[in-house]
């Protein structure tokens, strides 16, 4: 196996993961078999426990691991399949070493920062190596910026490694920022030494440096950088502010061929240019859209990485529809105090996202109500989901009060609940239903065609509660049809109103296996009739 290792300097933000998914692509698209990883500095041992305020999303993968949102990056632009081991974090290389430690392993021994913990991270990439015995180039992002306290052990250990499995075999690559000063109309490329002398100093000289940068880098700074930097000046790559989607950016880091400077430093050189026409149809469809919809994201977490894969499914829809999906982002707290139609207003669909906790709950569901009774395609996840049956309960089943217990535990009626065995759980790290799990679909149904008539799906879970078994029966009385069950526990997946144009309700995350070039089809369905909506 081959290694690249990317570092990040100066500020973080930078899109050094969008970077490092970038070569993947490139490099996939030369022929070759990637998979992608990422080192996380901090101490949590999963960001599962983190708030989406501070942390974005939370990308879950098929075997139920919580990981960061940038592996759904990675998911989006490669194909090689993640699992726990592809994200690191401190909490787990610490948590680890103390056990080891508790248990003896180490006995007769001092446990120390080094061997013991840079030993621990060198085995991850070992166990990675191992089990993915047909993939040619490995490639770890290391979070946060070089000079930082708590990713010293990190990139000690990458030196560490890279001596041992010989520096043919390893390519670093270091991600700055050129920061263009407005009042002199000048690039400076001092930041970009500095970080670059920082990794120096901890031993590690960078073979290829790419510059973020809202201009072009000219040949001047190029050789001004490579000469600080110690490197050829054609290994300084320009990383452009890409003008209107995020799948440009394979297309711009070609532009410098980063991919020929990757594969000739780890001795692939004798790949193929990558074979990149279908990637740029696509980014051409979502640059050059026929069709215009307004879809109204009613979520509680204001922020742009909190919902981050329902966005990019959102746009890979649209592609695959020829048509611009403008997101209308809406505060559900918002629709508490002014009501849905003065908030939401005219737009071709709603998207109720999923979330944790009481806060905008009302919000949420009168979103689902506008959407119910004036016809608007909807699409509920997670608890968009839930909130579309509580809904549903209290305003056509008339079960009045009806809610969730995670919202008002002695709710009258419960529609949804806990399953049994999520009571008396107390770990909050890990413990919710994760992961992909095996569902049917019920022919005749939205959902079932959706999916182009399949029997079963594999989707994506991430949360505690459930559509509660009690209530099927009224709720399907009152019209609403479940058309998807779990296979291992009969737990409703799929909820949806066959006397509304479009409304869906899904108990998993399907955001999490949308594709460019491959639109996930409750989304993909989801624009379609946004789009007869909008015609309309
Ligand atoms: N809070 C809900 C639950 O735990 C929904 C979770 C979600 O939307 N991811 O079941």
Redo the contacts with the bound molecule.
């Keep these: 196996m081959k290694y690249i290792f990317v570092t990040g300097g100066v500020v973080s933000s930078l899109g050094k993961g969008l970077a490092a998914a970038s070569i993947g692509t490139l490099l996939e698209h030369r022929g070759l078999k990637v998979l992608m990883q990422k080192f996380d500095p901090y101490l949590n041992v999963d960001p599962g426990t983190m708030s989406p305020f501070q942390h974005g999303e939370v990308y879950v993968l098929n075997d139920g691991a919580e990981t960061d949102l940038d592996l759904g990056h990675y998911e989006r632009f490669t194909s090689g399949e993640l699992t726990r081991l592809n994200n690191l974090t401190s909490g787990q290389v610490f948590d680890s070493v103390i056990r080891k430690e508790r248990r003896g392993d180490y006995l007769g021994t001092t446990v120390q920062f080094i061997p013991h913990v840079t030993d621990e991270i060198k085995i991850r990439l070992r166990e990675v190596t191992q089990n993915n015995p047909d993939v040619n180039v490995l490639i770890t992002e290391i979070g946060g910026t070089v000079g930082d306290m708590e990713g010293l052990l990190f990139i000690e250990a990458l030196r560490q490694f890279a001596l041992e499995v010989g520096k043919e075999n390893v390519c670093f690559i270091h991600v700055t920022l050129l920061p263009l000063i407005k009042a002199a109309g000048e690039i400076k490329t001092k930041p970009t030494q500095q970080s670059v002398a920082k990794l120096r100093e901890l031993g590690i000289q960078p073979d290829i440096i790419i510059c973020r940068t809202e201009a072009d880098l000219d040949e001047d700074n190029r050789r001004k950088i490579a000469m600080f930097c110690n490197v050829e000046a054609k290994n300084v790559v320009a990383f452009r502010d890409v003008a209107h989607t995020i799948y440009e950016c394979p297309l711009d880091l070609r532009r410098d061929k980063i991919d020929r400077l990757v594969v000739d430093k780890i001795g692939l050189g004798h790949t193929p240019a990558p074979a990149l026409e279908d990637w740029e149809r696509f980014v051409q469809r979502i640059i050059h859209p026929k069709h215009k919809v307004t879809i109204a994201v009613a979520g509680k977490y204001g922020l742009q990485d909190a919902y981050k894969s329902i966005y990019e499914a959102l746009i890979h829809a649209g592609a695959l529809h020829n048509t611009k999906v403008k997101i209308q982002r809406i505060d559900v707290e918002d629709i508490e105090e002014r009501g849905a139609r003065e908030v939401i207003g005219e737009v071709d669909g709603i998207l109720v ?5 009481e806060r905008g709950i009302e919000g949420k569901i009168a979103a689902a109500q506008y959407a119910r009774e004036e016809r608007i395609p909807y699409f509920g ?4 989901m ?1 909130v579309a049956v509580i809904e549903f309960a209290r305003n056509v089943c008339k079960l009045k009060g009806a809610n ?1 217990t ?1 919202f008002e535990k002695a709710t009258r009626h419960p529609v ?1 609940s806990l399953q049994e065995e999520q009571i008396g759980v107390e770990d909050m790290g890990a413990t ?2 994760l992961g992909a799990c095996e569902s049917y679909l019920i022919a005749d149904t939205l959902a079932h065609q959706l999916y182009g008539g399949a029997k079963t799906i594999r989707e994506r879970h ?5 559509f509660n078994a009690d209530y099927r029966d009224r709720v399907e009385e009152g019209g609403m049809v479940i058309s998807s069950l779990s296979a291992k526990e009969g737990l409703v997946e799929i909820v949806e109103i066959p006397a509304h144009p479009f409304f869906i309700g899904a108990q998993f ?1 399907p955001e999490f296996q949308s594709k460019p070039n491959r639109a996930h089809p409750i989304f993909a369905g989801f624009i379609g009739a946004a789009l007869e909506y909008a015609r309309k």
């Design positions: 996202p999923g979330g944790f906790g996840i997670c608890l968009g839930q969730s995670e949804i919710m239903r991430r949360h505690r509660y459930e995350h």
